[in-house]
């Protein structure tokens, strides 16, 4: 272990599994449900279908997602939205066993998973400021270790898992991404907690969204960084 990593608090190398364990999961899905509509029809749109609206929470509520981020508990938030995926994913799962799976279940289960994702992404990237004492060395350690391990367990490790899972049943890869949120959701529990946002008095949930996105959109650096990901983005997809 090298001496930088020993610098970062306890708290961190939990956050990072967790993280980590989640977005594994969300890579098992991710190449999990469209094979799994394809088990039910060969219609492109439908596969289409199931696929964007994974993604599809991000488009529609990615702003309110955050300013609602900044009003609720962080940790509380990150395990809740975990836990929920862990329970909703028992759904399709005995489905799948009970040979009763449809297109629109697929689609609706990865709508509701990219909302959670969504929800516990968006806190996770707030907490972890508050967990660093916000200390700019430590915080681009950290992000450069929680950036990368996310994009090579949800993006490299993930959809192959999540490929060969299928293979062994429909319900496999389903209960595998079960328990890895379970696991994400206990070891975020197991954070320490941190002072709750205070929003400013008055300010509706609309109005802070507005506030939040024309911030990014008058500063050129941060509205850089946004567009550059949305038209690569959908160039790959």
């Known amino acids: 272990m090298t001496s930088d990593i020993q610098k970062l608090p306890t708290g961190f190398g939990r956050l990072w599994t967790a993280q980590t364990i989640s977005s594994l999961g969300d890579g098992v899905t991710h190449a999990a449900l469209p094979l799994l509509a394809l088990t039910l029809t060969r219609d492109p749109m439908a596969l289409a ?3 964007a609206a994974g993604t599809l929470p991000w488009l529609l509520f990615g702003v309110l997602g955050g300013a609602l981020v900044d009003r609720w508990d962080r940790r509380r938030t990150m395990w809740v939205a975990d836990a929920a995926r862990a329970v909703l994913l028992a759904i399709p799962a005995a489905a799948a066993m009970l040979d009763i799976l449809s297109i629109p279940l697929l689609a609706a289960l990865a709508f509701l998973l990219g909302l959670g994702g969504l929800f516990f992404d968006t806190a996770a990237t707030a907490y972890l400021p508050d967990l660093l004492r916000r200390d700019p060395t430590l915080l681009q350690r950290a992000n450069s270790r929680l950036r990368g391990t996310q994009t090579a367990a949800s993006g490299f490790a993930g959809p192959p898992a999540g490929s060969a899972l299928l293979a062994l049943g429909r319900a496999v890869p389903l209960l595998a991404d079960a328990v890895s949120f379970a696991v994400s959701a206990l070891l ?23 506030t939040g996105a024309s911030y990014v959109f008058r500063d050129r650096l941060l509205l850089g960084l946004a567009l550059r990901p949305a038209v690569g983005n959908v160039a790959f997809l």
């Not at 975020?188 to 507005?210: G, I, T, Y």
């Open 188 to 210: 975020v529990r197991s954070l320490p907690p941190m002072p709750r946002p205070v929003p400013e008095a008055r300010e509706s949930l609309l109005h802070q969204a507005r």
């Open 49 to 51: 279908v199931v696929t």
